[in-house]
């Protein structure tokens, strides 16, 4: 199975100057754990993930001041449509991530997350049998 196949096309893009209260609020409306932030002054593609948010606010910072281009990861691994999810597992493992913004030549098109993986990898569960008794 390919990234493409499992990946989300709901991306949720950002600026660095968004405060991480109203990436919280973006981001739990369209119901994603990452967003990607496009820095125009750059042309700089990162990634503010839900952890990101957590680990500021967990921290004490106020998300009403903190920015995501504060809090943004820029050193990204990307994925390209048509990696295996094996290739996308691998590179989350070694590079410590979560989630991959998947590429094609135009931009962002997707990201996937281990939890998109899993649920690629693991049949859905069925409830049990009841018993009659």
Known sequence: MLVRDAMS???LTIGPAHT???????MAARRVGAAVVLDRDTSGLGIL???????SVGAGQ????????????TDVVFAAPGWTLEDAAGA?????????????????????SVR?????WVPVRRPAATMAG
Do not use: K, S, W
């Open 20 to 26: 991480l209260r109203q990436a919280a609020a973006l």
């Open 62 to 73: 106020n998300p009403d001041i903190e920015t995501a281009g504060a809090h943004t990861t």
């Open 49 to 55: 993930t839900e952890r990101d948010i957590l680990v």
């Open 116 to 120: 998109d993986i899993i649920r690629c």
């Open 9 to 11: 096309t709901v991306v």
């Open 92 to 112: 989350m493992t070694h590079g410590g991530f979560r989630h991959l913004i998947v590429l094609d030549g135009h931009g962002p098109v997707g990201i996937v």
